[in-house]
Nanobody, 124 residues
Framework: QVQLVESGGGFVQPGGSLRLSCAAS????????IGWFRQVPGKEREGVSC????????YYADSVKGRFTISRDNGKNTVYLQMNSLKPEDTAVYYC?????????????????WGQGTQVTVSS
């Protein structure tokens, strides 16, 4: 059974950093395009970043550009989201997702596999 498992969330003060990890079982992540999404209760899921298989092209939402970095470690079958200069508005549940399709992007409908999410809270 395919599983994506996020970890690394937590509580951090504004300006702090967290690194989220997305690990997979029964799935070799370097064959998939991977996206990170976040969701706040009552709001739609927002695409934050994605990374393509192969050449590892990356995309970032304007709201996180320059602060977040997505990367892969294929040897560990893990994708990371390094989050720096965190703001209270970054507070959300963060999800990773994988798609074997050709398209790369942050449209949630593109993704077949999802993790359960990890909570990130940014507050003073």
């Amino acid at each position: 059974q395919v599983q994506l498992v996020e970890s690394g969330g937590g509580f951090v003060q504004p300006g702090g950093s967290l690194r989220l990890s997305c690990a997979a079982s029964e799935l070799t992540l370097d064959y998939f395009n991977i996206g990170w999404f976040r969701q706040v209760p009552g709001k739609e899921r927002e695409g934050v970043s994605c990374i393509s298989r192969g050449n590892g092209s990356t995309y970032y939402a304007d709201s996180v550009k320059g602060r977040f970095t997505i990367s892969r470690d294929n040897g560990k079958n893990t994708v990371y989201l390094q989050m720096n200069s965190l703001k209270p508005e970054d507070t959300a549940v963060y999800y990773c997702a994988a798609t074997g399709g050709q398209r790369v992007g942050t449209d949630a409908d593109m993704y077949e596999f999802w993790g359960q999410g990890t909570q990130v809270t940014v507050s003073s």
